[in-house]
């Protein structure tokens, strides 16, 4: 099975509300990404936590990573239409040597 | 802001046919990856590369190949396109960041469909 499985598979929320997206994993971890996918596009970056970090924030994303329960939150606060999109978290593994393993993403809706 | 280009948006080719996808990078990242995503299954693995000349199996390589000969540029070949290798295909690059860790850059992607 996947490395890295998304919880919950579909989130559809109001504008204005956070979301809250989970992510558990396996195996030991470098590090966990989030990334963002607009629809028929690529995906792109949103944010690295360590190993050895257990909260990391950027703007209106906050994530936390609890490596003893092998898992990861990501926290969209204040959510807005333009945050729809799909999110997937990526775990880079202990001596995977750069290559990430991908969740099957989270499909997040804002209803304007 | 690193950029990375991919040949084609949409792609149409027939059953047998050879296909080449074309990924471009342009900051000096060492490795590529080339992945195919198809709904439910998520971003799977299909090549990656850490150096030029340099190719790694990922957890899909049957029935592709790759090529990088140049440090910039990564291609994935369909040797004979089958209608079961209709998917979107995503490269992405990554580099020593400034973290030291290896945050993945992605291509707009290449839909492509095989009649």
């Known amino acids: 099975s996947q490395q890295g499985e998304e919880d919950p598979q579909a989130l559809s929320i109001q504008e204005g509300e956070n979301a809250t997206m989970n992510c558990s994993y396996k195996?030991?971890?470098?590090?966990l990404q989030w990334y963002r996918q607009n629809s028929g596009r690529g995906l792109v970056h949103l944010i690295l936590?360590?190993?050895?970090?257990r909260e990391k924030h950027s703007g209106r994303l906050r994530v936390t990573l609890d490596t003893s329960k092998k898992s990861s939150s990501l926290l969209i606060t204040a959510s807005r239409a333009a945050d729809t999109a799909s999110y997937f978290c990526?775990?880079?593994?202990?001596?995977?040597?750069?290559?990430?393993?991908f969740g099957k993403g989270i499909t997040l809706s804002v209803r304007p | 802001d690193v950029k990375v280009t991919q040949s084609s948006r949409y792609l149409v080719k027939r059953t047998g046919e050879k296909v080449f996808l074309e990924c471009v990078q342009d900051?000096?990242?060492?490795?590529m990856f080339w992945y195919r995503q198809d709904p439910g299954l998520g971003l799977r693995l299909i090549y990656f590369?850490?150096?030029?000349?340099?190719?790694e199996k990922g957890d899909i390589p049957e029935g592709y190949s790759v090529s990088r000969e140049k440090k910039e540029r990564f291609s994935l070949i369909l040797e004979s396109a089958s209608t079961n290798q209709t998917s979107m295909y995503l490269c992405?690059?990554?580099?020593?960041?400034?973290?030291?860790?290896?945050?993945?850059?992605f291509g707009p992607g290449t839909r492509l469909t095989v009649t």
């Open positions: 990526a775990t880079d593994l202990t001596g995977a040597n750069s290559k990430l393993t």
């Open positions: 992405a690059s990554s580099g020593v960041g400034q973290s030291n860790f290896y945050e993945q850059y």
């Open positions: 900051m000096d990242h060492e490795n």
């Open positions: 590369s850490y150096d030029v000349k340099m190719k």
């Open positions: 195996t030991s971890i470098n590090n």
């Open positions: 936590i360590r190993s050895n970090e």
